[in-house]
């Protein structure tokens, strides 16, 4: 039962253009949610988080969008950039305190900038 | 920054034999975290710590287990290692407090031959 669902595999935008990342789940305690970025041979790294008390949070050309009814969470980004061509992991994790508790991830979209 | 540094890049083990990988981490977070990614699967939790000598399943515990000794060090053994436990491995530290992101390593990628 796959709790974090990130539907496109892949997604190819044109450079200078929004790409729009999406992503769903099913757990209804899942309180914070995080986007992450990955680079072939290296480890994911932390882009942007959103806690469940928000619906938006923003960081540079990169913002979050969560509507919680829908147990959907988007991640924009514009304008795009060649360097942004990377695989994208959505993550969420139900806190009970602490912070020690592991992040539920999807399975990632490949994004492809074009020149 | 946060540095989290993982002993090795690539290991070569056989079948059988007892795996140690490594993490270090020079934040002094209270959490670590063992995961895996495998293509198509994403990443998942193998397990996680919150502090010296404490220790928790994650989602897919069986066939490995954990050591934390000092705070700074979290390490991942494959008991027995076999072939379906070739994969990337990832550590990932956070504060100990709530909604704190991961910090993930570089990664380990094992293969079991």
């Known amino acids: 039962d796959q709790q974090v669902k990130q539907n496109s595999p892949s997604l190819s935008v044109q450079e200078g253009r929004i790409s729009i990342l999406n992503c769903d789940y099913t757990?209804?305690?899942?309180?914070?949610f995080l986007w992450y970025k990955k680079y072939p041979a290296e480890g994911p790294t932390f882009l942007i988080s959103?806690?469940?008390?928000?619906d938006k949070n923003e960081d540079g050309r990169f913002t979050v969008f969560l509507n919680k009814s829908a147990k959907h969470l988007s991640l924009h980004i514009v304008p795009s950039q060649p360097g942004d061509s990377a695989v994208y992991f959505c993550a969420a994790s139900a806190e009970t305190g602490g912070g020690a508790d592991g992040l539920t991830f999807g399975k990632g979209t490949h994004l492809i900038i074009q020149p | 920054d946060v540095k989290v540094t993982q002993s090795s890049r690539y290991l070569v083990k056989r079948t059988g034999e007892k795996v140690f990988l490594e993490c270090v981490q020079d934040?002094?977070?209270?959490?670590m975290f063992w995961y895996r990614q495998d293509p198509g699967l994403g990443l998942r939790l193998i397990y996680f710590?919150?502090?010296?000598?404490?220790?928790e399943k994650g989602d897919i515990p069986e066939g490995y287990s954990v050591s934390r000794e000092k705070k700074e060090r979290f390490s991942l053994i494959l008991e027995s290692a076999s072939t379906n436990q070739t994969s990337m491995y990832l550590c990932a530290t956070s504060a100990g407090y709530s909604n704190q992101p991961q910090h993930f390593g570089d990664g380990t990628r094992l293969s079991i031959l």
């Open positions: 934040m002094d977070h209270e959490n």
């Open positions: 959103i806690s469940s008390i928000k």
């Open positions: 710590s919150y502090d010296v000598k404490m220790k």
């Open positions: 757990n209804s305690m899942f309180d914070y």
